[in-house]
T-cell receptor, first 109, second 113 residues
C-alpha cells in the first residue's frame, strides 16, 4: 500500500518563528489533507490540497503531486500551534485515508 | 462542513468487558470510518462503516473484536469487545463529505484497567 512519510518527527520553535513541515508519499494519490491534533486530541482539518497552493491566515500548504510531496508552512508561530500535524492521503486503489506518523510541534513562549 | 459528535468522550473500563462508542454526524455523508490512535502514535484505520451492510475491516482488525454498525447515513457505532489493557486508545470516528474533506469527532479516550 501507499507509504506516507513526514518530517521532521519533532520540532521545537520559539514563538514568532517560521517552519516548514514536509510530507512525502510513495504513489499517486487522489486526495491529500493536512490535520492538526491539539493537545486535547481534537483533529482539525487544515487543508484539502491534492495539488497546488492554498493559504489560510498564517498557514499555507503546497502539494506537488507529480513529485509526490506536500509542504505545510507555519509563519509567526504561536503557542496555540503546538500539537501534532498529520498528513493524510487517499489510497488510489480504494476509498481509505492513510495517515503519516505526524510531526510533533512545540512552540515555546 | 460536518460536525461529528462522539460519546462517551472518556471512559475507564474493566478488562473483559465491552464498550460501545456512538458517532452522530449532523449532515449526510458519503463515508464513515473508525480509527484507533494508541498513545503517542498516529491514526490507524480500523474499518469503513458501510450503511446497511457489514463493515470493511483493515488487516489486523476483525468483526468479533470490533463490531460496527451503520444503520443510516449519519450514525454509526463501534464496539470494543472483551477489552484488555492493550485496547487503551483514542477511538475516532470520521466522516467524508461530498467534497472529499474528512472530518473527525472529538474522540473517545478509553482506558482499560
Amino acid at each position: 500500500g501507499i507509504q506516507v512519510e513526514q518530517s521532521p518527527p519533532d520540532l521545537i520553535l520559539q514563538e514568532g518563528a517560521n517552519s516548514t513541515l514536509r510530507c512525502n508519499f510513495s504513489d499517486s494519490v487522489n486526495n491529500l489533507q493536512w490535520f492538526h491534533q491539539n493537545p486535547w486530541g481534537q483533529l482539525i482539518n487544515l487543508f484539502y490540497i491534492p495539488s497546488g497552493t492554498k493559504q489560510n491566515g498564517r498557514l499555507s500548504a503546497t502539494t506537488v503531486a507529480t513529485e509526490r510531496y506536500s509542504l505545510l508552512y507555519i509563519s509567526s508561530s504561536q503557542t496555540t500551534d503546538s500539537g501534532v500535524y498529520f498528513c493524510a492521503v487517499d489510497d488510489t486503489g480504494g476509498f481509505k485515508t492513510i495517515f503519516g506518523a505526524g510531526t510533533r510541534l512545540f512552540v515555546k513562549a | 462542513s460536518a460536525v461529528i459528535s462522539q460519546k462517551p468522550s472518556r471512559d475507564i473500563c474493566q478488562r473483559g468487558t465491552s464498550l460501545t462508542i456512538q458517532c452522530q454526524v449532523d449532515s449526510q455523508v458519503t463515508m464513515m470510518f473508525w480509527y484507533r490512535q494508541q498513545p503517542g502514535q498516529s491514526l490507524t484505520l480500523i474499518a469503513t462503516a458501510n450503511q446497511g451492510s457489514e463493515a470493511t475491516y483493515e488487516s489486523g482488525f476483525v468483526i468479533d473484536k470490533f463490531p460496527i454498525s451503520r444503520p443510516n447515513l449519519t450514525f454509526s457505532t463501534l464496539t470494543v469487545s472483551n477489552m484488555s489493557p492493550e485496547d487503551s486508545s483514542i477511538y475516532l470516528c470520521s466522516a467524508q463529505g461530498f467534497g472529499n474533506t474528512i472530518y473527525f469527532g472529538e474522540g473517545s479516550w478509553l482506558t482499560v484497567v
